[in-house]
């Protein structure tokens, strides 16, 4: 099993920045593509972004791309998201999760690929 822990969220203004983390626990870190999702009040939960094992790929929600960045350090077993230029409606619960996966090269959007989940970090961006 993997257990995942985020932090970093909390209240910031549009605009502004904001870098989450997600500690991994367990079995081997590297072994797992790593995935941030967020679910906003009243919204299904939805893909923000991925990397893959090794860390050279990666892809982003339409919504977040070339303003969030996804990244990993396997010898701390913790993936980043960092935030910039947020808006209002980045504002939501974002969770991060990891895949089992057995090439290094592979990323997944879809969440049902994913069998390991963080209990999620509140994000608010104000107007």
């Known amino acids: 099993q993997v257990q995942l822990v985020e932090s970093g969220g909390g209240l910031v203004q549009a605009g502004g920045s904001l870098r989450l983390s997600c500690a991994a626990s367990?079995?081997?870190?590297?072994?797992?593509?790593m995935g941030w999702f967020r679910q906003a009040p009243g919204k299904e939960r939805e893909f923000v972004a991925t990397i893959s094992r090794s860390g050279a790929g990666t892809n982003y929600a339409d919504s977040v791309k070339g303003r969030f960045t996804i990244s990993r350090d396997n010898a701390k077993n913790t993936v980043y998201l960092q935030m910039n230029s947020l808006k209002p409606e980045d504002t939501a619960v974002y969770y991060c999760?990891?895949?089992?996966?057995?090439?290094?090269?592979?990323?997944?959007?879809?969440?049902?690929?994913?069998?390991?989940w963080g209990q999620g970090t509140q994000v608010t961006v104000s107007s």
């Open positions: 367990g079995r081997t870190f590297s072994a797992y593509v």
């Open positions: 999760a990891a895949a089992p996966s057995l090439s290094a090269g592979y990323y997944y959007t879809d969440p049902s690929r994913y069998a390991y």
